[in-house]
Antibody
Framework: QITLKESGPTLVKPTQTLTLTCTFS??????????VGWIRQPPGKALEWLAL???????RYSPSLKSRLTITKDTSKNQVVLTMTNMDPVDTATYYC???????????WGQGTLVTVSS | DIQMTQSPSSLSASVGDRVTITCRAS??????LNWYQQKPGKAPKLLIY???SLQSGVPSRFSGSGSGTDFTLTISSLQPEDFATYYC?????????FGPGTKVDIK
C-alpha cells in the first residue's frame, strides 16, 4: 500500500526559503521507473506541476520556477525534499507530493499541506 | 511548454446526465494524457491514464478518448459523487502540465 505525506511549515515570510518533505511508504525510490513529483494548488485555483525526481536521480523542474526550486531524495529515509527560494505571497498554496507511475501519471497523492506566505 | 486548455470551464448537470469534458493540447502529445478528479479539500484522484485506460477501481461510467491534440472525458451517467473538478494532465513532455480544470456542479 503506497502512502505519501507532506510536512513543513504552514507559514513562511516573504523572501524566505520553503523546505517541504515528502515521506512515503509502500515503494522504493531506488526501483527502476519510479518517481515522485510535487504539485501545488493556490486556493480556488488549478493544479500546477512543480518538480519531479526519478529513481536514477534525474530531475525535472517547471521552467517558470526552475531558478527557485531544488528537489532531492533520501532513499534510505524514503523521503523527497523540495526547496523553493524567495517565497512570495503568490506562492501561497496547498503543496502535494505524489507517486509517479511509469514516468507518466500520478497514481497516489499525499493529503497536501497548506503553506501561507505572509509577513 | 505544452499548454493545456479545457472546455467548458464549468457546467451544471443533473444526476443521470451524460457529461463530456474536452481537453486540448497546444501540440501533439500522442496519447500521453491523464485525467484526474478532485473534490473540495481533497487530493486529486487519477481516473484515466494514457488517454483511454481506466485506473483500477474507477467506475466504468468514466471513459476517455482522443489522441494528438484533442481529448475527451465522458461520464456516461452522472452520479451524485461525481460532482467535482476535473483536470487533464499531459506527460508527453517531461515538463508536465495540467489543464485549468472543469467544475461539474449540480443543476
Amino acid at each position: 500500500q503506497i502512502t505519501l505525506k507532506e510536512s513543513g511549515p504552514t507559514l513562511v515570510k516573504p523572501t524566505q526559503t520553503l523546505t517541504l518533505t515528502c515521506t512515503f511508504s509502500g515503494f522504493s525510490l531506488s526501483t527502476s521507473g519510479v518517481g515522485v513529483g510535487w504539485i501545488r494548488q493556490p486556493p480556488g485555483k488549478a493544479l500546477e506541476w512543480l518538480a519531479l525526481i526519478y529513481w536514477d536521480d534525474d530531475k525535472r523542474y517547471s521552467p517558470s520556477l526552475k531558478s527557485r526550486l531544488t528537489i532531492t531524495k533520501d532513499t534510505s529515509k524514503n523521503q523527497v525534499v523540495l526547496t523553493m527560494t524567495n517565497m512570495d505571497p503568490v506562492d501561497t498554496a496547498t503543496y502535494y507530493c505524489a507517486h509517479l507511475r511509469g514516468a507518466d501519471n500520478f497514481d497516489y497523492w499525499g493529503q497536501g499541506t497548506l503553506v501561507t506566505v505572509s509577513s | 511548454d505544452i499548454q493545456m486548455t479545457q472546455s467548458p470551464s464549468s457546467l451544471s448537470a443533473s444526476v443521470g446526465d451524460r457529461v463530456t469534458i474536452t481537453c486540448r493540447a497546444s501540440q501533439s502529445i500522442s496519447s500521453y494524457l491523464n485525467w484526474y478528479q478532485q473534490k473540495p479539500g481533497k487530493a486529486p484522484k487519477l481516473l484515466i491514464y494514457a488517454a483511454s485506460s481506466l485506473q483500477s477501481g474507477v467506475p466504468s461510467r468514466f471513459s476517455g478518448s482522443g489522441s494528438g491534440t484533442d481529448f475527451t472525458l465522458t461520464i456516461s451517467s452522472l452520479q451524485p459523487e461525481d460532482f467535482a473538478t476535473y483536470y487533464c494532465q499531459q506527460s508527453y513532455s517531461t515538463h508536465f502540465t495540467f489543464g485549468p480544470g472543469t467544475k461539474v456542479d449540480i443543476k
